[in-house]
T-cell receptor
Framework: NAGVTQTPKFQVLKTGQSMTLQCAQDMNHEYMSWYRQDPGMGLRLIHYSVGAGITDQGEVPNGYNVSRSTTEDFPLRLLSAAPSQTSVYFC????????????FGEGSWLTVV | EDKVVQSPLSLVVHEGDTVTLNCSYEVTNFRSLLWYKQEKKAPTFLFML????IEKKSGRLSSILDKKELFSILNITATQTGDSAVYLCAVHYSGGYQKVTFGIGTKLQVIP
C-alpha cells in the first residue's frame, strides 16, 4: 500500500546547488502536484500535471522545474537553490474530475544554507 | 484571481466547546471543496463537498457547502485536545487545467 512516496525526507543544500525531489504514486492518478508549505502561508501550489507530458505552473513556480514522463512519477527540480526555498514540500495526487480525494506524500523538509 | 480564504486564522478553545471554521472561495468552474486536518506532517482528509446544503458528518465533525454564497463551514462539537491541529480548506476547480488551491488554514488549539 505505497500510495504517494516522496524522497528524500530531509535535505540540506548549499545556496546554488541543484537537486531533485522525487515523487511517485502507484494509484494510476492522472493529477499530480507539488506544494510548498511555509509558516503563515498555507500550502502553495508550485507546479501540477494532469497527465503524462502535461504540466502547468501553479502559484509559485519560479526556481522550480517539473516534468511528467510517466503517469507514476513527478519529480520537482530545484535549479539553483536559494535560502528562500527552505520549506516543507508535499507531493499530492488524485484522479481527475469532481469527487476525488487528494492523497499526500509524507513531505520533504528542505533547508538551503 | 482564484482564491480560498479561511477564517479565523487561529482559535483557542476549552475542551468541550463547539467551534465553527469558515472557508470562502472565488474560483472559476468550481468542482469540489475539501477539508483536511494537519498535525505536523502531511494533511489527512476529512471531507469532500460537491453539492450545496448536504451536510457531511463524521463523529463530532460536520461540514456543509453553500455554492450560492461560495463558502463552507466545518463544525467540531465537544472539542478534545486531540482536535488541536491546523484545518485546511482546499478547492478543486478548473480554471484552465484542473487544479487544487488551499487556504492558509485555521490553527485550532484546544486546552484542557
Amino acid at each position: 500500500n505505497a500510495g504517494v512516496t516522496q524522497t528524500p525526507k530531509f535535505q540540506v543544500l548549499k545556496t546554488g546547488q541543484s537537486m531533485t525531489l522525487q515523487c511517485a504514486q502507484d494509484m494510476n492518478h492522472e493529477y499530480m502536484s507539488w506544494y510548498r508549505q511555509d509558516p503563515g502561508m498555507g500550502l502553495r501550489l508550485i507546479h501540477y500535471s494532469v497527465g503524462a507530458g502535461i504540466t502547468d505552473q501553479g502559484e509559485v513556480p519560479n526556481g522550480y522545474n517539473v516534468s511528467r514522463s510517466t503517469t507514476e512519477d513527478f519529480p520537482l527540480r530545484l535549479l539553483s537553490a536559494a535560502p528562500s526555498q527552505t520549506s516543507v514540500y508535499f507531493c499530492a495526487s488524485s484522479y481527475l474530475g469532481s469527487g476525488n480525494t487528494i492523497y499526500f506524500g509524507e513531505g520533504s523538509w528542505l533547508t538551503v544554507v | 484571481e482564484d482564491k480560498v480564504v479561511q477564517s479565523p486564522l487561529s482559535l483557542v478553545v476549552h475542551e468541550g466547546d463547539t467551534v465553527t471554521l469558515n472557508c470562502s472561495y472565488e474560483v472559476t468552474n468550481f468542482r469540489s471543496l475539501l477539508w483536511y486536518k494537519q498535525e505536523k506532517k502531511a494533511p489527512t482528509f476529512l471531507f469532500m463537498l460537491t453539492s450545496s446544503g448536504i451536510e457531511k458528518k463524521s463523529g463530532r465533525l460536520s461540514s456543509i457547502l453553500d455554492k450560492k454564497e461560495l463558502f463552507s463551514i466545518l463544525n467540531i462539537t465537544a472539542t478534545q485536545t486531540g482536535d488541536s491541529a491546523v484545518y485546511l480548506c482546499a478547492v478543486h476547480y478548473s480554471g484552465g487545467y484542473q487544479k487544487v488551491t488551499f487556504g492558509i488554514g485555521t490553527k485550532l488549539q484546544v486546552i484542557p
